[in-house]
Each structure stands twice: as C-alpha cells, then as structure tokens.
C-alpha cells in the first residue's frame, strides 16, 4: 500500500493520506461488477493537471464488519446447541403417567 497514515491528535484520530498528503476520498463503485463496493481514491484523481494515481479497493471496514457477523452468528449458533441440549434433557425427565380408575 502506498499511502501513509497520520495522526490529527493523540486521541489517535487516524486519516488516510494519499502521495498528494491529502485526506483520500471513498466513493462507491457503480460498476456492475464492484457495485457498491467501496475505494479509496486521491481527491485529484479526476483532475487532468495532477498526476497522483493513488486508488484503492477500502476492503478493511468490510472485514472487519463481517468478522463481527461471524463471531456473532458463531455465539448465536453456540446459544441454540445448548438449548437444544436442555430442552432434550428435559424430554428425556418427563414422562406421563394415566391412570384410570374403575368404580
């Protein structure tokens, strides 16, 4: 990766620079290939007179969104095993006993 990151504050207020040193702008693809698939591109990119290519793919807060889904759905599925293993307990306790009484 090309870009550099800095540092605004030490409340660690991180910003992505291109090699223009320019905060970068992410856009979204309207390609039909990468629709809506988000970039990170040089706020020069589209301006004849600079020659700055920095782009790419802002591939980092997707992973990091569904390596949050996934743990998520890993408890989840966790959660319902061990229910599951309760309620088969349970079955196995309960037994239902008629009785008739003739006069």
């Known amino acids: 990766m090309s870009a550099t990151i800095g540092s605004a ?9 291109c090699h223009c040193q320019l905060p970068v702008r992410i856009c979204t693809s309207k390609t039909k290939e990468h629709l809506g698939k988000k970039f990170r591109v040089c706020p020069n ?5 600079k020659k ?3 782009w790419e793919w802002d591939e980092e807060p997707v992973q990091q969104s569904l390596d949050a889904e996934i743990a998520a759905i890993k408890e989840d599925v966790s959660d319902l095993k061990k229910e599951v293993l309760e309620l088969k ?9 008629i009785s008739c009484n003739l006069l």
């Not at 504050?9 to 620079?17: C, D, G, P, R």
């Open 52 to 54: 700055c290519k920095y």
């Open 9 to 17: 504050s030490s409340s660690a207020q991180k910003e992505m620079v």
């Open 45 to 49: 990119s589209l301006k004849p007179s």
């Open 89 to 97: 307990k349970k079955k196995r306790g309960h037994r239902v006993h």
